[in-house]
C-alpha cells in the first residue's frame, strides 16, 4: 500500500490515515453543538456518529460524500447540514498554498501545510503534504475486506475456541497501532460494523472484535481525543451477550483490554 506518489509506503501510510482522520474529526467537532448537557447514553450515540461521519469522509473523500446519506444525522444536531464548509475551506488552503508557494511534490513533503487544533486541552499538529479529503477507498477497502474474511474462516473452521483465540492472537500481533486505531474507526461504519456482530446465513453470530479482543493492544493516547474503545467495548459486549451479571461484563472488559500479552 502506498501514498503520495509513492512517498510514502508500508506502515507509514497507516499513521498519514490515522492522522487525517484525527483531523477530520477534530473538525467535524467544532462544527457541533456542545456536549456539555448530554447523558452518557446520548454522548456514546453521538460520538460513535461522529466517528461514522469522519470514517465515511476518509474513506470516500469530499467529492464522493453524499450528506443525504448519512444514516447519523439525528444524532449530530440541528446544523449539521452545514458541517461541510470547513471542510471546503481546508482543501482550498490547501491548494492555494500549492499554488501561491509554487511548491512541488519534494517542497510539500519538506514543507508541508499545517493546521493545529485544541481540543480536550491538547494541542494537535496536523502536517498535510498531501491534499487531504480525496478518499482512501482503493487503499482502505480490500484491506478491511481481507481482514473480515480471514477472522471469519477461522471463526467458521473446526478449531476449538482456544485454538481460535490463538490463532487471532498471532494475526493481531502483525498489525501496528495505528492499523488497530483504523479497525476501530472502521468498525463504526457500513460494512466495518461487522466486526462487532455479524449475523451468518446459518443463525449464527460473529463477534470478532468482541471474543478475538482485536484491539487489546491500542493505546489509551492513540484514541484519547474521542471516544474511548473500552466504552464502546462495553457496550456491544452488553449487547452481544445479554443477561450476564455486571462481574461478567467487567471481568471481559479487563482481560480485552490489560496489560499487552507477551
Known amino acids: 500500500m502506498s501514498l503520495f506518489h509513492g512517498h510514502y509506503s508500508g506502515g507509514p501510510v497507516f499513521i498519514k490515515l490515522y492522522e487525517e482522520f484525527r483531523l477530520i474529526y477534530l473538525i467535524l467537532e467544532s462544527t457541533l453543538p456542545s456536549k456539555n448537557d448530554l447523558s452518557d447514553d446520548t454522548l456514546l450515540h453521538r ?5 461514522a461521519v469522519s470514517y465515511e469522509l476518509l474513506f470516500l473523500g469530499f467529492d464522493s460524500f453524499n450528506i443525504k446519506n448519512v444514516k447519523e444525522k439525528n444524532e449530530l444536531g440541528e446544523d449539521f447540514d452545514n458541517f461541510l464548509q470547513p471542510f ?33 486541552s491538547q494541542t494537535y499538529i496536523h502536517k498535510l503534504p498531501f491534499r487531504p479529503l480525496d478518499g482512501h477507498l482503493s487503499r482502505l477497502g480490500h484491506y478491511f ?37 483504523l479497525l476501530y474507526f472502521n468498525s463504526f461504519w457500513g460494512p466495518g460494523k461487522k466486526m462487532w456482530s455479524d449475523q451468518t446465513f446459518s443463525g449464527s453470530t460473529h463477534h470478532f472484535i468482541l471474543d478475538f479482543k482485536l484491539i487489546k493492544n ?36 479487563t482481560t480485552a483490554f490489560e496489560e499487552l500479552e507477551d
Request: aromatic letters at 12%; proline letters at 4%.
Open 47 to 51: 460520538d460513535s456518529a461522529a466517528i
Open 88 to 120: 471546503e475551506e481546508l482543501r482550498q488552503e490547501y491548494e492555494e498554498d500549492w499554488v501561491r508557494n509554487e511548491k512541488s511534490i519534494q517542497s510539500m513533503l519538506e514543507d508541508p501545510l499545517t493546521k493545529k487544533i485544541n481540543h480536550k
Open 145 to 181: 475486506r481481507h481482514i473480515y474474511q480471514i477472522l471469519k474462516f477461522v471463526d467458521g473452521s473446526d478449531l476449538k475456541p482456544d485454538e481460535k483465540y490463538e490463532f487471532c492472537k498471532a494475526f493481531r500481533a502483525q498489525l501496528s497501532t495505528h492499523e488497530q486505531a
Open 218 to 253: 491500542l493505546p489509551f493516547h492513540v484514541t484519547e481525543f474521542t471516544l474511548s474503545p473500552r466504552e464502546k467495548f462495553l457496550f456491544e459486549l452488553k449487547k452481544a451477550y445479554q443477561g450476564r451479571s455486571e462481574e461478567w461484563y467487567l471481568d471481559r472488559l
